[in-house]
């Protein structure tokens, strides 16, 4: 019987723990409007990629990665959800924080009509005079806003 009660007890502890850590979520739905972020270096000819295989372009962004010489621009595309939890149907800023090698910050904006049913790619793009001073790109974080209201983020490792 003690055996039992112990089970019970550490199983109501574990699940417990797993609905306080679900509540804690800041999103109705738990899940981000920002699905995924994609950094590309582009080359002379504005292409991430030779051929349409994914095997393909990670190869040649290597290559690139290799080469610095060779590139002219870093795109990132970014995967967002439907219509995120916000105010008003109209855009919303699409804002792409980069911290530099150099110790400055480079900020990218744009505004982003969410499409009703279905998740959409956009992409924003670091070039020219911006991109040659840049060279290296350390960590960047990605942000939805509404206004001035904060929707959703992702950032990288060294955000």
């Known amino acids: 019987m003690l055996r039992i009660s112990i089970i019970l007890g550490l199983w109501s502890l574990i699940a417990?723990?797993?609905?306080?850590?679900?509540?804690?979520?800041?999103?109705?739905t738990g899940k981000?409007?920002?699905?995924?972020?994609?950094?590309?270096?582009?080359?002379?000819?504005?292409?991430?990629?030779?051929?349409?295989?994914?095997?393909?372009?990670?190869?040649?962004?290597?290559?690139?990665?290799?080469?610095?010489?060779?590139?002219?621009?870093?795109?990132?595309?970014?995967?967002?959800?439907?219509?995120?939890?916000?105010?008003?149907s109209g855009p919303l800023k699409l804002k792409m924080e980069l911290r530099?090698?150099?110790?400055?910050?480079?900020?990218l904006e744009r505004d982003w009509q969410p499409k009703r049913f279905r998740r959409t790619w956009t992409s924003l793009t670091l070039e020219?005079?911006?991109?040659?001073?840049?060279?290296e790109v350390s960590a960047w974080r990605a942000s939805l806003w509404d206004g001035n209201r904060l929707l959703a983020e992702q950032t990288s490792f060294l955000w």
């Open 128 to 135: 020219g005079d911006a991109f040659a001073q840049a060279r």
């Open 32 to 88: 981000s409007p920002i699905l995924k972020v994609l950094p590309h270096f582009l080359d002379q000819q504005g292409r991430a990629a030779l051929s349409p295989s994914l095997f393909e372009r990670d190869a040649y962004q290597a290559e690139l990665r290799r080469n610095p010489e060779r590139c002219s621009a870093l795109r990132y595309d970014i995967l967002l959800s439907p219509r995120p939890s916000a105010s008003g």
């Open 16 to 28: 417990g723990t797993a609905y306080a850590a679900q509540a804690e979520t800041p999103s109705p």
């Open 100 to 107: 530099l090698g150099n110790g400055s910050t480079q900020i």
